[in-house]
């Protein structure tokens, strides 16, 4: 076994790694290695170029920066760290872990994140993306089931991969949190270094968050990213739009 410490590092390269044990801004994780094969096709399905359409989604942030109550970094950062650890964000990962499972029923890890979207927009960004995910891998040849919501798809169809499911999460999360930050920092707008500073400085929370989502199932899982869900409610109606969400 290997310890190191490493800062500013991404996961992608964190968990490529063959280092088992690794220290991050100061909190030490351990780490197995993926497959190379699985991580190469995990990270195609979670990449930008995807066609998923996750760019098209705020998930309630254009309404937060429209009220000012997103105008700078820091506020940028609460807002990803709270929606990592006690949102969307845990709720993702808590389905997404439980897809993994060999006798997880999709259908009904679908109707439980329906049950678990606080407003119609919330669900509609978990469903279309989906619904985008399953059609992108029956086009390229495999068999990925009916459509059911982002993180039960990507769940259900990482079985497979060979990868632990709080790996699978932690990229999953990244690259969530990375889609919210890249549009965050044209429309506040903020610097793109700032944006990097948050992506990687959301890295131990990503952590933290798929390792405690092994721990729930969507029975014992909750959402209380209030500012959040309340600013996705008033998006439904807000006059001018950008984001489809």
Known sequence: MVTGTITGTTIPTIMAMTTHMITIMGIT????????????????????VFPVGGYAYSAGLETAIADALVADEEALADWLDHSLAAGAGLTDAVLLTSAMEADADAATLNDWARALSPSAERWQETWEQGQAFTRALADMGSDPGVPVALPVAVGRAARDLGLRPEQVAALYLQAMVANLATGAVRHIPL???????????????????????????????????????????????????????
């Open 191 to 245: 610097g793109q270094t700032a944006g990097q500073r948050i992506i990687a400085g959301l890295a131990p929370r990503i952590l933290d968050t798929a390792a405690h989502a092994v721990t729930l199932t969507p029975e014992t899982c909750f959402t209380a990213s209030f500012g959040a869900e309340l600013a996705a409610m008033r998006h439904e109606t807000q006059e001018t739009r950008i984001f489809r969400t």
């Open 29 to 48: 994780t351990t780490i197995t290695p993926m497959t190379d094969a699985g991580l190469l096709t995990l990270t195609h399905w979670l990449s930008p």
